[in-house]
T-cell receptor, first 113, second 111 residues
Framework: GESVGLHLPTLSVQEGDNSIINCAYSNSASDYFIWYKQESGKGPQFIIDIRSNMDKRQGQRVTVLLNKTVKHLSLQIAATQPGDSAVYFCAETNAAAGNKLTFGGGTRVLVKP | DGGITQSPKYLFRKEGQNVTLSCEQNLNHDAMYWYRQDPGQGLRLIYYSQIVNDFQKGDIAEGYSVSREKKESFPLTVTSAQKNPTAFYLC??????????FGPGTRLTVL
């Protein structure tokens, strides 16, 4: 079936290094992708999004890359800080799904001092 | 958390009881959603509403009910028919097919 999934469940990163979180999706009709950050006991927080007519989008210290050929999405965090420790989720939707998002299982990022 | 509030933050329920979780938004968003999150897992859609007085079942609607009488409010009732209701419940809202913004969540525990 259609799914959005993540390659790595846990990512340990040294403070100051760059982090890369990967996400694979299977629905070729997916046209809108979102990355969320969730800290323990809190609701997911929007980080950045990208539409299928783009292959790269940058925010503050974050970059999302979209490779539609291989159905792969990644989130890059530059100069990872302790406050970046959280679980990161990718989500996707498409026109046929209306407003419904499909979430991946999440990747935990642990920042080591 | 934006302009989305959920209450209470923690909720305890005895077996056989119905409980209602509150979700309010002041973002003027048309669409609202309820998700369930179990420990160490992703989010699963329970119900969603794209417009007032209309809602649709998500992937795990059994044992839950909702209403959408006002644009700002989308309460979720966890009924006694829900066999394993202990979880973290998240409400979200969006303007059409744009980004969904989440509330702070309600942690429900069945005693």
């Amino acid at each position: 079936g259609e799914s959005v999934g993540l390659h790595l469940p846990t990512l340990s990163v040294q403070e100051g290094d760059n982090s890369i979180i990967n996400c694979a999706y299977s629905n070729s009709a997916s046209d809108y992708f979102i990355w969320y950050k969730q800290e323990s006991g809190k609701g997911p927080q929007f980080i950045i999004d990208i539409r299928s007519n783009m292959d790269k989008r940058q925010g503050q210290r974050v970059t999302v890359l979209l490779n539609k050929t291989v159905k792969h999405l990644s989130l890059q965090i530059a100069a990872t800080q302790p406050g970046d420790s959280a679980v990161y989720f990718c989500a996707e939707t498409n026109a046929a799904a209306g407003n419904k998002l499909t979430f991946g299982g999440g990747t935990r990022v642990l920042v080591k001092p | 958390d934006g302009g989305i509030t959920q209450s209470p933050k923690y909720l305890f329920r005895k077996e056989g009881q119905n409980v209602t979780l509150s979700c309010e938004q002041n973002l003027n968003h048309d669409a609202m959603y309820w998700y369930r999150q179990d420990p160490g897992q992703g989010l699963r859609l329970i119900y969603y509403s794209q417009i007032v007085n209309d809602f649709q079942k998500g992937d795990i609607a059994e044992g839950y009910s909702v209403s959408r009488e006002k644009k700002e409010s989308f309460p979720l009732t966890v009924t006694s028919a829900q066999k394993n209701p202990t979880a973290f419940y998240l409400c979200a809202s969006s303007r059409g097919q744009d980004t969904q913004y989440f509330g702070p969540g309600t942690r429900l525990t069945v005693l």
